[in-house]
């Protein structure tokens, strides 16, 4: 992603919003920590059926999950109220991936988390909620990689942690695996 000048962020930026400064000053902060997010202003819907130009921050956040470093793709969602109220977060897979559902994320993809349900400003801000999901996320990923291509063509697919408690393998002659051959990780 590309460095974007405050100056820029200030043009982007639609003047709605109540506290400027602050919210330029946060997305600022962020954008020189996570070089994988970018400012974007695009249409958001609520679920009430109204539409607002709202600013995010899109693009990826980092996490570890077993010595291994993921990018979870997200989006959040700063409301022109904020930092008065919490940022409307979620995931934004690829065609490749499905949502993992658990008590942080639900099956749309909505990041659910106790720091956003106890958003208070000024302790809370938008660095901090990234450390939160970078934590969160390395103990429960929110997102999975699809098994089988095919299935990727169509919408990302919500799924819970329990559907991977175990993996099927198919053997190459088409015959059953015996039970003293079978692994339940």
């Given at each position: 992603?590309?460095?974007t000048p405050v100056r820029d962020l200030r043009?982007?930026?639609p003047k709605t919003y109540a506290h400027r400064r602050k919210v330029l000053s946060e997305?600022?902060?962020v954008l020189s920590q996570h070089r994988f997010l970018e400012p974007v202003l695009e249409r958001f819907v609520f679920n009430d059926g109204t539409a607002k130009n709202l600013m995010s921050l899109t693009g990826t956040i980092e996490?570890?999950?077993k010595g291994n470093r993921y990018n979870i793709p997200v989006r959040l969602w700063l409301k022109e109220s904020y930092p008065h109220t919490a940022p409307l977060c979620y995931l934004k897979p690829t065609r490749e991936m499905m949502v993992v559902t658990s008590k942080y994320v639900n099956s749309n993809g909505e990041i659910l988390m106790p720091y956003l349900d106890e958003w208070r400003h000024p302790q809370c801000d938008l660095h901090g909620l990234i450390q939160v999901m970078m934590t969160v996320f390395s103990e429960v990923p929110p997102l999975r990689m699809c098994l089988d291509l095919e299935d990727s063509s169509s919408a990302p697919k919500?799924?819970?942690l329990e559907e991977f408690s175990h993996v099927t393998l198919d053997r190459?002659?088409?015959l059953p695996y015996?039970?003293?051959n079978e692994?339940?990780?």
């Open positions: 992603m590309t460095i043009r982007k930026l997305i600022s902060t996490m570890f999950f919500a799924h819970t190459e002659d088409d015996s039970e003293h692994t339940i990780c």
